[in-house]
């Protein structure tokens, strides 16, 4: 029996203990039915709690939408009556009807009235504009902001669930199975189910937290604890918008990152262990987790203060200069950050004279690429996840090699992930992320512009004043479908680039090897070979390894490891 052939037998075992579950599989790896390969497939193949909780909150769900869709159904005219919370939303949906049975109407007449000067497409400008701000008074804000959270989450949890399954399987592609080991695959798909379990349980918690915020009006509360703290200590009234949102800032970032840190221990110091790539001390953890919120009060706090002063001074016009300024702290932030922010984390050291050094010189003279310096850095001070990148304006190039990599890789290998690095350089990759990362700050901010002075966002929230820094936390939970939506946009461009940087990488005859490299990356990282496809399209900036292979399209790319 081939070794396919076993595995597809295995895909639908029936539901049991591990014990049971490892009888079940063919013996491929020998008569002893605890082969350690068997074992480890029983163990990816096992559905355990956390599986049986999900398929009973989605029979569940499913169960509670039939019942609102019929309750909805025979008393919608009772519903704001038996919940009186709904009454904004209500209102607002039995206004629906009429707005799009308008449509046409408001079609012909557009069409018939189109502008046919600048002064009559001003006139319908404003028109639009008063009709916008007439349905931004009546909009039921908090409760379009929890619909619009647990849609959001509700579809990436069903993402989240679907690679999940896709996780349980444990064939593997035809593309990668003569190259990828099984025990190999099912160490990634290990790995991978462990991540997912802690994604789901930290995804139910942050939404949960979430919804508390909202609903309890939270945000106004902490708001006004901390101007009562200023006012008490240090006898600074609501005049000190600026120092008081600059205080909320601090408390809410000390917050968030206390609730976070369960999670961020248990991913660093259980599953990242468990799996062979965390290499941190507690010590180092924490002087780490130190170092980022110093950094992030020291910097984020002028600038934020920045902000709020040019907001404050540049009226209803000021999106343009809000934005101007952001992108101007973004490209400082380029600049300082590889040479003053990064070397407080690792050790930056030239790469030795020796073949690795010369062969990427090389191939940087080759493409005029204006190489400066050329580092190694000691990510195994961390992690054995591996890396390599480019960065730096003009002149001024670096490149940096991950010490991982260097011990995981071969010279070619290492040279054609380079030449794919530099790929993004020749095709402008890095200016093309630039200007979209702009557009989407610019579309932000004239948005935000829209909603900064709407009394009735506020008021919706449980503010009774309407300071910019609150304003802008509101309006983020409204942002967030087109937010999503800009971030697919903006990965979908991003795995277009790296299928140019791989076929670029491939035409300076580095095919073979950048294929080889992707798959010991891939191996050594222990990253997912075989995803959901919409869970990749919807949250990978990189094309899965099956993608990538078949666009390098090499089947000699590198040899068995079997």
């Not at 309407?466 to 461009?493: E, H």
Request: net charge negative; glycine share 4%; charged share 20%.
């Amino acid at each position: 029996m081939s070794e396919e052939t076993s595995e597809q037998q295995t895909l639908a075992p029936p539901k049991a203990s591990k014990a049971e579950s490892s009888q079940t599989l063919p013996k491929k790896y020998g008569d002893d039915p605890s082969s350690a390969i068997d074992a480890q497939a029983a163990l990816v193949m096992q559905k355990g709690f956390l599986d049986d909780v999900i398929d009973g909150i989605q029979l569940g769900l499913i169960v509670i939408v039939l019942i609102c869709l019929i309750f909805v159904a025979v008393f919608a005219g009772s519903l704001p009556t038996v919940f009186p919370a709904t009454q904004p939303l209500y209102d607002f949906a039995m206004s629906l009807p009429a707005l799009f049975a308008s449509l046409p109407e408001c079609m012909v007449a557009a069409k018939e009235g189109f502008p046919k000067s600048l002064e009559e497409a001003t006139l319908l400008a404003a028109v639009a504009s008063a009709w916008f701000g007439e349905m931004l008074h009546r909009m039921p804000y908090k409760e379009c902001v929890l619909l619009f959270s647990w849609a959001t989450y509700f579809w990436e949890a069903k993402l989240d669930i679907r690679q999940r399954d896709r996780l349980h399987e444990v064939r593997r592609p035809a593309t990668i199975a003569q190259f990828v080991s099984r025990q190999a695959y099912l160490e990634a798909s290990a790995y991978g189910l462990d991540k997912s379990s802690l994604v789901l349980v930290k995804n139910a918690f942050m939404q949960a937290q979430t919804t508390a915020i909202i609903v309890y009006d939270l945000t106004p509360w902490m708001w006004n604890v901390v101007g009562d703290a200023m006012q008490t200590h240090l006898g600074l009234g609501a005049e000190y918008e600026i120092t008081r949102s600059i205080a909320y800032f601090v408390a809410a970032t000390l917050i968030s990152t206390m609730l976070s840190l369960p999670f961020d221990l248990y991913s660093t110091f259980v599953v990242e262990k468990k799996h062979g790539f965390n290499k941190q001390t507690a010590a180092l953890f924490f002087s780490d987790l130190a170092k980022n919120l110093m950094l992030t009060f020291f910097l984020g706090s002028p600038i934020l203060a920045l902000f709020l002063w040019v907001i404050g001074k540049t009226g209803s016009q000021f999106y343009l200069y809000a934005w101007a300024l952001l992108a101007a702290v973004q490209l400082l932030i380029i600049v300082i950050y590889p040479t003053f922010i990064q070397p407080m984390f690792n050790k930056f050291s030239p790469l030795p004279e020796g073949e690795l050094r010369t062969a990427i010189e090389a191939l940087a003279s080759r493409l005029g690429f204006p190489l400066k310096k050329l580092y190694v850095v000691d990510g195994s001070k961390r992690s054995s996840h591996s890396n390599a990148y480019v960065f730096g304006f003009f002149k001024s190039k670096r490149i940096v090699v991950f010490d991982t990599l260097i011990e995981q890789c071969t010279t070619e290998e290492i040279v054609a992930i380079i030449g794919h690095e530099l790929g993004h350089w020749k095709k402008n990759h890095v200016l093309r992320m630039l200007s979209a990362v702009q557009v989407q700050t610019f579309v932000i901010f004239f948005a935000f512009s829209h909603f900064i002075g709407e009394e009735a966002m506020y008021r919706s929230f449980g503010m009774d004043t309407m300071p910019v820094l609150i304003g802008f936390t509101f309006f983020q939970y409204l942002y967030q479908p087109l937010d999503s939506l800009l971030t697919f946009a903006s990965n979908v461009m991003s795995r277009k680039h790296e299928f140019e940087a791989d076929e670029f990488s491939k035409k300076l005859g580095y095919g073979k090897e950048l294929a080889s490299s992707l798959i010991k990356l891939q191996i050594e990282n222990k990253g997912n070979m075989n995803p959901d496809p919409l869970y990749s399209a919807y949250h990978y900036s990189h094309p899965p390894l099956v993608e990538r292979l078949n666009a390098i399209n090499d089947p000699e790319v590198a040899p068995k490891t079997e």
